[in-house]
């Protein structure tokens, strides 16, 4: 199974600074197709999680242009600058490439 | 409106069989893949499984044979069983909707099941 690897497990920032996730995975993340099914979602508190990114940095409806999303093959990184209140909460890495799909572990974005 | 509602028991005893329904509104079962992910309490996410809209399933080997999932497009649900239920089947259980390729774009608010000896 392909394993994500997130960095770090959790984030302190105070509001307004950049915060910077990262999501190395086993296997190359490029499917067949030519496309990378890498994606990031958001779980905030008792909440269920939401999208955020696809494809690696396409942003989903309605997402603010605060959360860009890059890298290829194993190496992606989700950026948030500018942080404020509303995305604090658990962010995970999702691959939909490789059979069976997995997440990884999360990394919780907390005010300092 | 696009909803997606999961509906089960709170409490499943050790060893018995796990039934949850997801039912949805606001598109069809047959044009949307519905997917199925855990949450144990205070840890990460984890991928279940598939209904693909053609009517295929996919399942992740981790629970080997004691995972399955239907649906009834009539009715507008999709269904998740598993046996053998263990204590470390205790989590909230999501279905989450995909078109081809895409992403999960909604999900259910979820069902919390503990599994109890």
């Known amino acids: 199974d392909v394993v994500l690897t997130q960095t770090p497990v959790s984030l302190s920032v105070t509001l307004g600074d950049q915060a910077s996730i990262s999501c190395r995975s086993s296997?190359?993340?490029?499917?067949?197709?030519?496309?990378?099914?890498l994606e990031w979602y958001l779980q905030k508190p008792g909440q269920s999680p939401q999208l955020l990114i696809y494809e690696v940095s396409n942003r989903f409806s309605g997402v603010p242009d605060r959360f860009i999303g890059s890298g290829s093959g194993t190496d992606f990184t989700l950026k948030i600058s500018r942080v404020e209140p509303e995305d604090l909460g658990v962010y995970y890495c999702?691959?939909?490439?490789?059979?069976?799909?997995?997440f990884g572990a999360g990394t919780k974005l907390e005010l300092k | 409106q696009v909803q997606l509602k999961e509906t089960g028991p709170d409490l499943v005893q050790l060893t018995q069989t796990l039934s949850i329904t997801c039912t949805v509104s606001?598109?069809?079962?047959?044009?949307?893949?519905v997917h199925w992910v855990r949450q144990p309490p205070g840890k990460g996410l984890e991928w279940m499984g598939a209904m693909w809209n053609g009517g295929g399933t996919d399942y992740n080997s981790a629970f080997k044979s004691r995972l399955s999932i239907s649906r009834d497009t009539s009715k507008s649900q999709v269904f998740l069983k598993m046996n053998s239920l263990q204590t470390d089947d205790t989590a909230k259980y999501f279905c989450?909707?995909?078109?081809?390729?895409?992403?999960?774009?909604?999900w259910g608010q979820g069902v919390m099941v503990t599994v109890s000896s």
């Open positions: 606001g598109f069809s079962l047959t044009t949307y893949n």
């Open positions: 989450a909707r995909q078109r081809y390729n895409s992403p999960f774009d909604y």
């Open positions: 296997q190359s993340l490029e499917y067949s197709d030519g496309y990378t099914y």
């Open positions: 999702f691959q939909a490439t490789h059979d069976p799909y997995t």
